[in-house]
């Protein structure tokens, strides 16, 4: 089905009808760093979309603590655990405190385009799809990377240390899937983790996030696991979002970049078998964690 035949057939359904269906079987899972303008963008969007049931857990909040807000008569139920729990870690909290069949997980600054949920709550609840993920547009409506590969060995080292002085070695490029662009659903390997949708039976299945990875690359490890157990991840076009990338994590580049190659670390012990391989992928990481630290700073300076 083309994406104009998509909008067709969205149009012919109710404000009401898209309201019920969505309200009864959703719960939104948001894990903020703080309050912004993005995050109440992303609330509103949500509630538009007929979620009724949003879970907001605050890891910027000093204060364990539990309060509400109101967006349109719907409550935004807000939990602080008190500490930075991590990005994995909080959504399973998010996750613990409720009950319905499917979930939204997203990043607070991303915003849901009009039918959006509705169409990747009809993709998983098909019974085929564990996981579907939306089209990822930047601000500028260029295309995110909305999936992409598990790369190789090989690969992840060329993306690793040239990606970054540039990102238009084929094994970048390869990795961040901009040589595909499917117009339907499409089974892929992993998603980003900036939106989707999951049903509640696979995500508990394979015990959630792993807590681990306090940020990045749990992403990659959920959709790793639910592959293992054949449980589909699928990549839905005909839904979008818009995101906004990671402003609490420009605040603190340095401190984001020490966490992202920590999950590199993790993800590779949980892959990689061969000790002198494992070594290998160690030293690299942790190389690359240097370079680009030096290369982030020249650029600034």
Not at 13 to 30: F, N, P, Q, W
Not at 212 to 222: G, H, R
């Amino acid at each position: 089905m083309t994406s104009e035949s998509h909008d067709e057939a969205r149009s012919q359904v109710t404000s009401s009808e898209r309201t019920g269906r969505v309200g009864d079987d959703i719960t939104a899972v948001i894990v903020a760093f703080g309050s912004s303008e993005d995050l109440h963008r992303c609330l509103r969007t949500l509630v538009d979309e007929g979620v009724r049931e949003i879970i907001v857990v605050d890891n910027a909040d000093p204060f364990q603590r539990r309060y509400d807000e109101e967006i349109d008569g719907v409550r935004i139920q807000y939990y602080c655990p008190g500490r930075n729990l991590g990005y994995g870690r909080a959504v399973n909290l998010g996750v613990s405190l409720s009950t319905k069949p499917y979930l939204v997980i997203a990043n607070p600054d991303v915003e849901f385009s009009h039918g959006s949920v509705d169409v990747l709550l009809s993709t998983v609840q098909d019974g085929l799809v564990a996981l579907a993920a939306p089209k990822v547009l930047n601000e500028d409506g260029t295309r995110y990377p909305s999936f992409r590969e598990f790369p190789s060995l090989g690969a992840a080292a060329i993306h690793g240390i040239v990606g970054l002085f540039s990102q238009q070695t084929s094994a970048t490029r390869q990795y961040r899937g901009d040589l595909l662009d499917p117009v339907v659903t499409t089974k892929v390997p992993w998603v980003s983790g900036a939106a989707f949708l999951v049903s509640r039976r696979a995500f508990e299945a394979i015990g959630g996030f792993d807590s681990q990875y306090f940020l990045y690359l749990e992403d990659v490890d959920l959709c790793r696991r639910l592959r293992v157990r054949d449980l589909g991840v699928y990549y839905v076009p005909d839904a979008v979002v818009v995101h906004r990338q990671g402003s609490s994590s420009r605040l603190r580049p340095l401190r984001s970049r020490f966490q992202h190659h920590r999950s590199l670390w993790i993800y590779a012990r949980s892959t990689i078998v061969r000790m002198p391989l494992l070594l290998v992928s160690g030293v690299g990481t942790w190389v690359r964690f240097l370079l680009q630290s030096v290369v982030g700073h020249e650029k600034k300076s």
